[in-house]
C-alpha cells in the first residue's frame, strides 16, 4: 500500500458513524483533486490556515498527516460535522480545531491561508457579493486565498454540478436550499476590482464536475 493510501485510510478509518461515511470519506480523499492542490499551495507557508465551510475537516488532517503541521482552524455551519471532526482528530492524536460558526463572520485575523472549498453557492447573491469582499479584503491585508468552486457557464459539467447539488439536498446530505454557482469571469472580475490578483486552474481531474481553482492575493 502506498503511503498516499495509507494515510486515507488511516484518516478514513478514525471517523465513527458508520461504513458509509467512512466509505465517503476514502472516496473523496482519492478522488478529489483539492486536496494534494492544497498541499501544494501550502507548502513553504507555516502561518495558521483558516478553512471556511470545512465540513467534517478532512482538509486539516490531511495536510496534517501529510507533514504540514502549521495551526489550522476550521468553521462549518454543520455541528455533527464538527463533532465528527472534533472526535476523528482526538483518535489520531492530532487534535484541530473546529467550530461551528458561519464563515460570513468567522475571524480572519492572523490567517496566512484562507481555504473557501466548495462553499460559495451555498450563500445567496447578497451574501455571496460580500463574502468574496470579505475575502479580498483578507487578501489585501496580507492573507493567501485559496478558493475551489463549481462554476455557471461550463456546459455539461456546469450540468453535472447541479444536478450533484440537487442530489445532496434530496438525501440530506446538506442541508439548506441556496443553491447559486458563480460566474468565473465575475469572480475574477470582482477580485481584480478589488486589487486582487487572481490565478485561476480548472480543478476537477477526474470528476464530471466544473470545479475551478483560485489563487487570490495581494496585487502589490
Ligand atoms: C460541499 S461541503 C464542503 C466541505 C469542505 N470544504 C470540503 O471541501 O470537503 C460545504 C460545506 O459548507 C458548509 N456551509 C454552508 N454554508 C455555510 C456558512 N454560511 N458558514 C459555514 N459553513 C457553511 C456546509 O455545512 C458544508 O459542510
Keep these: ?5 495509507a494515510v486515507i485510510k ?7 458513524g458508520g461504513r458509509w461515511l467512512r466509505g465517503y470519506i476514502q472516496g473523496k480523499l482519492t478522488a478529489d483533486p483539492v486536496f494534494d492542490t492544497a498541499l501544494t499551495a501550502v507548502q513553504g507557508t507555516s502561518g495558521m490556515i483558516v478553512d471556511l465551510g470545512c465540513g467534517l475537516g478532512l482538509l486539516g ?3 496534517y498527516f501529510h507533514g504540514h503541521d502549521a495551526k489550522y482552524r476550521g468553521c462549518d455551519l454543520g455541528g455533527w460535522k464538527i463533532i465528527a471532526g472534533i472526535n476523528a482528530s482526538n483518535r489520531l492524536g492530532h487534535q484541530l480545531d473546529l467550530q461551528q460558526g458561519n464563515l460570513l463572520n468567522f475571524p480572519l485575523d492572523n490567517a496566512e491561508i484562507i481555504c473557501a472549498f ?3 453557492h451555498y450563500l445567496p447573491k447578497r451574501e455571496q457579493e460580500f463574502f468574496i469582499r470579505r475575502l479580498a479584503s483578507a487578501a489585501r491585508n ?5 478558493i475551489r468552486n463549481g462554476v455557471r457557464g461550463c456546459g455539461w459539467r456546469s450540468i453535472m454540478t447541479l444536478l450533484e447539488e440537487w442530489w445532496t439536498r434530496m438525501t440530506g446530505w446538506i442541508q439548506g436550499g441556496t443553491i447559486n454557482f458563480p460566474e468565473l469571469k465575475h469572480l475574477i472580475s ?5 486589487r486582487c490578483q487572481v490565478e485561476t486552474k480548472p480543478l476537477w481531474g477526474k470528476t ?3 470545479s475551478y481553482w483560485l489563487r487570490v492575493s495581494s496585487q502589490h
Design 1 to 5: 500500500m502506498t503511503t498516499q493510501r
Design 10 to 16: 488511516k484518516i478514513a478509518q478514525s471517523f465513527s
Design 61 to 63: 488532517l490531511f495536510l
Design 118 to 120: 466548495d462553499i460559495l
Design 142 to 146: 496580507g492573507s493567501t486565498v485559496l
Design 190 to 194: 470582482t477580485f481584480e476590482k478589488e
Design 208 to 210: 464530471p464536475f466544473s
